[in-house]
């Protein structure tokens, strides 16, 4: 009979401790060895008030000096100003979405990714006869994210390419914590003077599916802790292997 009730509190904790594990492994109900239509891919597109760099070169350097920002210092003789690329000079999109390049004048930049800016750039130079086969390299200059609650390291993350996902973002925060509430995370986005919050399943793959699986600068991602509960019963059956 002992031994009867030991099996059964066995049985009982290797339940809940397999449905533990299952509650932690992300992706779980992905097919494997399947291809499956990436949707939806989104890069990063250029949003009022940000920050760019745009430095416009040639292969006859006098050429594009002109249409660059240039850094000025004031001396006894004067004013002179140069070129300086280690600064890092950048203008800054205006609310209605525009900048304004030297000789070029205002562009419409809001809703243009990094490739697009580029072709629209080099459109205009070829279009004038300014410069033929100008060279146009684009920083995005103040281009984070923000991870919250219950990861490994919460902090402010740059996006240093074109594109990137909340699991990418998770990764660079060192991961969720065995705490984290992984059916349930949260991604606070501002937009057009509009605030959204959006709820994600790390645990399936409709992950995949959600307008805010491709970030956005400035998105704020939260990951909740479990209740006390639930965090006791990580805590005393994580180490037991389910199949």
Not at 118 to 145: A, D, H, S
Not at 151 to 163: D, R, T
Not at 186 to 199: A, C, D, M, P, T
């Amino acid at each position: 009979m002992i031994k009867f009730y030991i099996y059964i509190l066995f049985s009982i904790t290797l339940f809940y401790s397999c449905n533990s594990y299952r509650e932690i492994l992300y992706l779980h109900d992905a097919n494997i060895n399947t291809p499956t239509k990436i949707q939806n891919h989104q890069e990063i597109t250029i949003h009022p008030y940000d920050r760019i760099s745009i430095i416009i070169s040639s292969k006859t350097p006098e050429l594009s000096i002109p249409f660059n920002l240039t850094s000025v210092s004031y001396s006894l003789e004067g004013v002179s100003s140069s070129l300086n690329q280690e600064q890092k000079l950048y203008y800054t999109v205006n609310k209605n979405g525009y900048i304004e390049l030297p000789i070029l004048g205002e562009i419409h930049v809001k809703g243009l990714t990094q490739e697009q800016l580029t072709n629209r750039i080099k459109e205009q130079l070829t279009k004038e006869n300014y410069i033929n086969n100008p060279i146009i390299t684009i920083q995005f200059i103040n281009m984070n994210v923000y991870v919250a609650g219950e990861v490994a390291n919460p902090g402010v993350y740059e996006i240093n390419k074109n594109y990137l996902t909340l699991l990418e973002a998770i990764t660079m925060a060192g991961d969720l914590t065995a705490y984290g509430n992984r059916n349930n995370v949260k991604v606070i986005r501002e937009n057009n003077g509009e605030r959204i919050i959006y709820s994600l399943n790390l645990l399936s793959t409709e992950l995949f599916n959600s307008p805010a699986y491709y970030l956005h600068q400035n998105d704020y991602i939260y990951v909740e802790p479990v209740n006390v509960n639930r965090k006791k019963l990580i805590r005393d059956t994580r180490y037991i292997k389910c199949k």
